[in-house]
């Protein structure tokens, strides 16, 4: 089959392999979309991060080459002998992360700060492929969610996720820095949970105008004002809770004084590299600062993936707006990764199909 495998920094190459063997507590799910996120951008640019490099994963026993994506969904074809919650046909996304089971965190069922955390598709063979062989247990029902939507919903998972972490209830004024995907998918997490008025900063027009198309209330464009001065214009003193999704220097820091005193800070980006800051800007205010990674990728109540399908089932997560291409998987990295790492292109979400 084919599949997308990375080797290395801007070194990825669609390659015919042999797929993985299904195992009797496995599925394969044969790919109807993958996105391209922006763990992927920074593996590309600056990595290997999460890919394992010369050592082996220490769960997955992986290292590169290996085939990447994680955002994936499509329908399973074949069940291990051991496997009864899935049949073949069924509609599905995965919850891709890897983790140990052992560790203090996972065995307080905080699996997604795993010692040891990986993902399917950065720490294991992953869904720019035709196909992809999960563990039964890390599989999710799409249940009536259009399967091409299905491969949102580990992203729009992180964006709930953050917004939890963060404690967001209705009525908190809310601040994002960066509607890429993730900012895109935080300001929909922010709608649904009642915040307002949710003011979204971001230099590129057309991603500032799917922010407006997501629920944003006040839009800002940094290279003409001061994102500060117009938050502090529209709420006194400050929001009561900042996001940054953009993960630059200059945002990082916006976050933390965008906020009121006693305000929050929620950090959801990766960093290719240290930055500097100024800790009174925390300390004086009484301001916090919290990071946010992954999700629980579950089913059940209180998981994210479980929570997010049946909010695109009701309508309160929208993931068209965020979509604007759909790719062979042949052209990856220079319809996908190329125009995405553009910063005078107008993509935002990229679907890989097979």
Known sequence: MDAARYYGQEDIRVEDIEPDSVGPEQVRIDIE??????????????????????????????????????????????????????????????????????????????????????????????????????????????????????????????????????????????????????????IQALRAAGAGPIIVSEPRDERRARADASGADVLIDPTEQDPLEAIRAETGEGVDIAFDVAGVEATYNQAIN?????????????????????????????????GSIAYQGGPRSGEEFGMVIDMLEDGQLDPDPLITDRIDLADISEDGFEPLLDPDSDQVKILVKP
């Open 33 to 186: 979309a993958c996105g391209i996120c922006g763990s992927d951008l920074h593996e590309y640019t600056a990595g290997p991060i999460f890919v394992p490099g010369d050592a082996p994963h220490p769960v997955s026993g992986a290292t590169a080459p290996l085939t990447m994506g994680h955002e994936f969904s499509g329908i399973v074809s074949e069940v291990g002998a051991d496997v009864t919650d899935f049949s073949e046909g069924d509609a599905v996304t995965a919850n891709p992360i890897i983790y140990c089971g052992s560790c203090p965190r996972c065995e307080a069922g905080q699996y997604h700060q795993c010692e040891a955390l990986g993902f399917t598709g950065l720490a294991a063979n992953g869904g720019f492929a035709e196909n992809v062989v999960v563990d039964a247990e890390r599989t999710v029902s799409l249940g009536e969610v259009p399967v091409e939507h299905g491969a949102l919903v580990e992203p729009l998972s992180v964006a709930l996720h953050a917004a939890r972490v963060a404690d967001v209830s209705a009525g908190d004024s809310v601040a994002v820095f960066g509607s890429g995907p993730i900012g895109l998918c935080q």
């Open 258 to 290: 965008s906020t009121r005193p006693g305000g929050r800070v929620a950090e959801v980006s990766i960093f290719e590299e240290a930055l500097e800051t100024q800790p009174n800007d925390l300390v004086i205010p009484e301001r916090s600062i919290v």
